[in-house]
């Protein structure tokens, strides 16, 4: 049995002390929030569990296997970092750290502690970006020509990290475990309107063979959308998160150039063929992430979200955050 304590009980805490309470071989013993009103929410909602409102409890406690870290960004490699130190696998909510260089001393201390790292890269374990990537690893897409996401809404205004920090690290682990080449360059636009932080931003990202990803993140949107259009060479895929059934839709649709002898010779060509809806898995993603994280410390795996997989994205931000205070400076990686 794996005893978890879970560090934070704000908006993310509550969903993840109930997925490793109830995730096979996994037990909440402990809960920790400066809050007194979510503390108060955690002891009624789970009776048996000891609560309290400093770390240290949890980071020291013996009886706890592992650690989660459900708190603002800028807290999380101290606690993270504190967790390790004392022995515990380390579970953290994303975005990982706040820079690059705490990112590579977690993963480097997780090392020669011979402990688990995993990072709340949630989409990940949906039906909908499983389902993508076999399309993409059977080859049903072919070559990849541009990832292109729309993630914005009305709020939830954040006062610590701009919009890119709050809502692009999805796009971004998600790309990361779709996109088989590593990221080149990375050029970021926004502004900031309310508050003193970007509230809406634009993030392009280059890689290698013409591929581009794009990423349109806003807090300032009078409706939610969640929509993302990858295309192929062979295939076009929307997927738009926000509907119920058919979340992702296949379109045998694309362009080809016959070349003439001349440039003005070259004949284009259009394919309009069938959209398909393929079956998507329901399932809770955090519900499965919970359970892989258990899995990977009592088998010794090592996670595919892990601290690299974290540092790729930090890394990304951290470029954007560059890019962004220059109005747009391609920021190579």
């Known amino acids: 049995m794996i005893?978890?304590?879970?560090?934070?009980?704000?908006?993310?805490?509550?969903?993840?002390?109930?997925?490793?309470?109830?995730?096979?071989?996994?037990?909440?013993?402990?809960?920790?929030?400066?809050c007194d009103k979510s503390m108060r929410r955690a002891q009624q909602a789970y009776p048996g569990v000891r609560v309290s409102s400093e770390a240290n409890d949890l980071l020291t406690a013996v009886d706890i296997d592992a650690i989660a870290v459900v708190t603002p960004v800028w807290t999380h490699f101290e606690l993270a970092k504190r967790a390790l130190e004392n022995g515990k696998h380390v579970f953290v909510e994303k975005p990982f750290t706040s820079t690059v260089a705490q990112a590579e001393e977690l993963i480097e201390l997780a090392e020669r502690k011979k402990l688990k790292i995993m990072v709340d890269h949630t989409f990940l374990f949906t039906g909908a970006v499983r389902r993508i990537r076999q399309l993409i690893d059977n080859d049903t897409l072919g070559h990849l020509y541009y990832y292109d996401s729309t993630r914005v809404n009305l709020g939830l205004f954040q006062h610590d990290v701009n919009v890119i920090w709050d809502l692009a690290p999805?796009?971004?682990?998600?790309?990361?475990?779709?996109?088989?080449?590593?990221?080149?360059?990375?050029?970021?636009?926004?502004?900031?309107?309310?508050?003193?932080v970007a509230d809406i931003a634009f993030m392009t990202i280059y890689y290698p063979d013409n591929m581009i990803g794009h990423i349109n993140v806003n807090w300032l949107s009078p409706v939610k959308v969640r929509t993302t259009l990858i295309g192929g060479e062979k295939k076009?895929?929307?997927?738009?998160?926000?509907?119920?059934?058919?979340?992702?839709?296949?379109?045998?649709?694309?362009?080809?150039?016959?070349?003439g002898e001349a440039v003005y010779q070259q004949l284009v060509s259009y394919r309009t063929g069938d959209m398909w809806a393929p079956r998507v898995e329901q399932v809770e993603a955090l519900r499965a992430e919970a359970a892989y994280f258990i899995e990977c410390i009592t088998q010794d795996?090592?996670?595919?979200?892990?601290?690299?997989?974290?540092?790729?994205?930090?890394?990304?931000?951290?470029?954007?955050?560059?890019?962004?205070?220059?109005?747009?400076?391609?920021v190579k990686l």
Not at 173 to 181: F, P, T
Not at 236 to 259: C, H, P, R, S
């Open 3 to 34: 005893r978890v304590g879970v560090i934070g009980y704000g908006y993310w805490g509550p969903n993840i002390v109930r997925n490793f309470q109830q995730a096979e071989g996994s037990l909440v013993v402990a809960i920790c929030d400066k």
């Open 170 to 196: 999805h796009d971004l682990s998600i790309m990361d475990h779709l996109i088989k080449q590593k990221p080149e360059a990375v050029v970021a636009t926004g502004e900031r309107h309310l508050n003193g």
């Open 236 to 259: 076009m895929l929307l997927w738009n998160d926000i509907e119920a059934d058919e979340k992702i839709k296949v379109y045998d649709k694309g362009v080809q150039f016959t070349n």
């Open 301 to 330: 795996k090592k996670p595919f979200n892990d601290g690299q997989a974290g540092l790729r994205v930090v890394s990304m931000l951290e470029a954007a955050d560059k890019s962004l205070q220059e109005k747009g400076r391609v």
